[in-house]
Structure formats: structure tokens, C-alpha cells
């Protein structure tokens, strides 16, 4: 898991790394503001013994609790992992502390079932740095 994680991180800085060193050469090497975020890693977790319609039901506040974080401005992307592993997706939090992003993700109701389980990390990037 260490390893897929290792790759994932890897790739996501690849990805911000050549979207800054382009920007860098389009302003002319401008000046770039970095900020901490914060990677979460939502992971399975033993508890899946729910019925299908109270899974259905988990699912849908999951999804409304990532829409409602995504329009206040609390998380930049999200998405789940598509290969049958434990890590189900990731997000990338624009809040201001780690104990905020606990905090978030902890409101999560496929957090709060014991369905999924999260792994938070910081991670500096230029501040507002996209993918392409």
C-alpha cells in the first residue's frame, strides 16, 4: 500500500510540478505563493456489513458531504480510485489546519459508518495550482 501511495503522490507532483514549470515560463519565471493542503486517503475499513439500502443511503451523504466541501471552497479535488484495492479516492483539502481536514473528514457519513477510513497528509503546492 506504502508503494501505491509512494506512485500516487509521485504522479500527483509530476502533474503540478510541469503545470508550475509551465506557468513559470509563460509569466516570464513569475514569483509563485506555495500553501499547505492536505491529501486524504480514503481507505476501506472492516465495517461493511451494512444492507444494501443503507449503503445506497451512505453513499449518497458521501457524495453531498464531497459537493458541499467543493462549493465552500474546503476541497479542490476528489475522486475515487478505480483499481480493486483498499484506497478507495482521493482528495486534496484546501483548509487551514490538519485538525480542520480531520474535522471534515470526520463529518463524512461513510466515515461516520465505519465504512471508509482516512489517511490525512500535508502537501505544499503553489497556491491555486491546477491540473491539465
Same mark, same amino acid.
Not at 20 to 47: H, I, R, S, W
Not at 93 to 105: C, F, I, P, R, S
Given at each position: 500500500?506504502?508503494?501505491?501511495?509512494?506512485?500516487? *503522490?509521485?504522479?500527483?507532483?509530476? =502533474?503540478? =510540478?510541469?503545470a508550475?514549470?509551465? !506557468? /513559470?515560463?509563460?509569466?516570464?519565471?513569475?514569483k509563485?505563493?506555495?500553501?499547505?493542503?492536505?491529501?486524504?486517503?480514503?481507505?476501506?475499513?472492516? !465495517?461493511?456489513?451494512q444492507?444494501?439500502?443503507?449503503?445506497?443511503?451512505?453513499?449518497?451523504?458521501?457524495?453531498?458531504?464531497?459537493?458541499?466541501?467543493? /462549493?465552500?471552497?474546503?476541497?479542490? *479535488?476528489?475522486?475515487?480510485?478505480?483499481?480493486?484495492?483498499?484506497?478507495?479516492?482521493?482528495?486534496?483539502? !484546501?483548509?487551514?489546519?490538519?485538525? /480542520?481536514?480531520?474535522?471534515?473528514? !470526520?463529518?463524512?457519513?461513510?466515515?461516520?459508518?465505519?465504512?471508509?477510513?482516512? /489517511?490525512?497528509?500535508?502537501?505544499?503546492?503553489?497556491k491555486?495550482?491546477?491540473?491539465?
Amino acid at each position: 500500500m506504502n508503494v501505491l501511495k509512494s506512485v500516487i *503522490i509521485t504522479c500527483m507532483l509530476m =502533474s503540478f =510540478s510541469t503545470a508550475f514549470a509551465q !506557468n /513559470e515560463k509563460a509569466a516570464g519565471k513569475k514569483k509563485y505563493d506555495m500553501k499547505t493542503y492536505y491529501l486524504v486517503f480514503l481507505k476501506l475499513c472492516p !465495517n461493511r456489513n451494512q444492507d444494501s439500502v443503507t449503503v445506497k443511503k451512505l453513499q449518497e451523504g458521501h457524495m453531498a458531504h464531497l459537493s458541499k466541501m467543493a /462549493e465552500t471552497g474546503k476541497m479542490d *479535488i476528489a475522486g475515487p480510485i478505480t483499481a480493486d484495492i483498499d484506497l478507495r479516492g482521493i482528495c486534496i483539502y !484546501n483548509v487551514a489546519t490538519k485538525e /480542520e481536514a480531520e474535522k471534515l473528514v !470526520n463529518e463524512d457519513p461513510m466515515v461516520k459508518a465505519g465504512r471508509l477510513i482516512a /489517511e490525512i497528509l500535508p502537501f505544499y503546492s503553489a497556491k491555486g495550482a491546477t491540473l491539465r
